[in-house]
């Protein structure tokens, strides 16, 4: 499976580098993530922050606009034990996600002037696209009552939403801080629906650090 995602990442990057103009980013994400559902307390799930990884491919289609390749790895985690024992519901998901986003760079600008000389940059940038999330989850009831069975789903479309800034540091180096969240459509993120809030889609969120090496 694992090689499949690698193929469909080279890909698309292989088709959009055809179209560039200006730079490409290739690197690595460290960062967070979290989950929004029915095993969540709050919004932001802060209790139940994990670490994720990925890697990113970015390219500029003009210094404004980029076309951004991600393969994301990370767990989502969740328990109901400290505030609804009688349901007694804990779970963690681990989550692999493939996505393209096009980004808008308002204040984009090209890295090399005419004469070649390099300009250190940053731009702030907004990114949306579509993508799919591949889960594993394990779900666990230790609760009293009666719990009926869920779906199972393997794979889910999200759509990533993103922002983000960019750092232009050297000729070959270039950063990113970013985070953003992914809507599912569905209620089996976490592997509960029927037996929490049927009506409520689950959401994810994910941020971190980028480091690229830029040419």
Do not use: C, Q
């Given at each position: 499976m694992m090689k499949n995602y690698l193929i469909l990442l080279l890909t698309i990057a292989t088709i959009t580098s055809l179209k560039s103009q200006s730079?490409?980013?290739?690197g690595v994400n460290l960062g967070l993530i979290t989950y929004q559902g029915d095993l969540s307390q709050s919004a932001i799930n802060a209790g139940q922050l994990n670490f994720s990884t990925g890697v990113q491919y970015r390219n500029?289609?003009?210094?404004?606009?980029?076309?951004?390749?991600?393969?994301?790895?990370?767990?989502?985690?969740g328990?109901?034990?400290?505030?609804?024992?009688?349901?007694?519901?804990?779970?963690?998901?681990?989550?692999?996600?493939v996505a393209l986003q096009a980004e808008w760079h308002p204040l984009g600008q090209k890295?090399?002037?005419?004469?070649?000389?390099?300009?250190?940059?940053?731009?702030?940038?907004v990114g949306l696209g579509l993508g799919m999330?591949?889960?594993?989850?394990?779900?666990?009831?230790?609760?009293?009552?009666?719990?009926?069975t869920e779906e199972d789903t393997g794979s889910l479309i999200v759509v990533p939403i993103d922002l983000g800034i960019r750092?232009?540091?050297?000729?070959?180096?270039?950063a990113t801080l970013h985070g953003g969240t992914r809507a599912?459509?569905?209620?089996?993120?976490?592997?509960?629906?029927?037996?929490?809030?049927?009506?409520?889609?689950?959401?994810?969120?994910?941020?971190?650090?980028?480091?690229?090496?830029?040419?």
């Open positions: 730079d490409h980013d290739l500029f289609l003009s210094p404004k606009i980029a076309l951004k390749t991600g393969l994301n790895f990370g767990k989502i985690s328990s109901d034990l400290d505030y609804n024992i009688s349901r007694g519901i804990t779970m963690e998901n681990k989550l692999v996600e890295s090399f002037e005419e004469s070649g000389r390099f300009v250190r940059n940053f731009s702030p940038f999330v591949f889960t594993n989850e394990t779900v666990n009831y230790s609760g009293d009552g009666t719990f009926k750092f232009a540091i050297s000729p070959n180096v270039s599912t459509f569905s209620d089996l993120l976490d592997g509960v629906s029927e037996n929490g809030n049927a009506d409520a889609d689950d959401w994810y969120l994910l941020g971190g650090l980028g480091i690229l090496y830029t040419w």
